[in-house]
C-alpha cells in the first residue's frame, strides 16, 4: 500500500487548504485513513480518521469545527478541506492506514510522505 499526500502550501491567517491522499494498493472499507501533523520538534499527532464507508469520523479538538475529511472510495482518496487557518496549524501533514479504530499514530500501518502546511501571520 503506497500512499501520495498533496496540497500543501504557503498561506497567510484565516486561509483554506485541501489536502489530498491518493491510495494505491489493496485496502479494504473497513480501514481506517488517518490525517496527522507533526511540527519541528514536536510529536506526530493526530489531526482527523474515517473509514473509507464515511463513518467514524473523528476530529481532534484542535481542528473541530474548522477541519472537514471525507474519503472518496472511487478515487481511493481522502480529503482533509482546512479553513480558517492558525499559524499553530503550521507543520508537515501525513495520511496514514490502520486497521482498526485508532487516532495513535503507532497503530498505522502504511505512510505516506507528508505535505508542508505553513501558515503565516
Known amino acids: 500500500v503506497q500512499l501520495q499526500a498533496s496540497g500543501g502550501g504557503l498561506v497567510q491567517n484565516g486561509d483554506s487548504l485541501r489536502l489530498a491522499c491518493v491510495v494505491s494498493?489493496?485496502?479494504?472499507?473497513?480501514?481506517?485513513m488517518g490525517w496527522f501533523r507533526q511540527a519541528p520538534g514536536k510529536e506526530r499527532e493526530f489531526v482527523a480518521r474515517?473509514?473509507?464507508?464515511?463513518?467514524?469520523?473523528y476530529y481532534a479538538e484542535a481542528v473541530k469545527g474548522r477541519f472537514t475529511i471525507s474519503a472518496d472510495n472511487t478515487k481511493n482518496t481522502v480529503y482533509l478541506q482546512m479553513n480558517s487557518l492558525k499559524s499553530e496549524d503550521t507543520a508537515l501533514y501525513h495520511c496514514?492506514?490502520?486497521?482498526?479504530?485508532?487516532?495513535?499514530?503507532?497503530?498505522?500501518?502504511?505512510w505516506g510522505q507528508g505535505t508542508q502546511v505553513t501558515v503565516s501571520s
Open positions: 496514514g492506514v490502520a486497521t482498526v479504530n485508532t487516532i495513535r499514530p503507532k497503530m498505522y500501518r502504511y
Open positions: 494498493g489493496r485496502t479494504f472499507d473497513r480501514d481506517v
Open positions: 474515517i473509514r473509507w464507508l464515511g463513518d467514524w469520523v
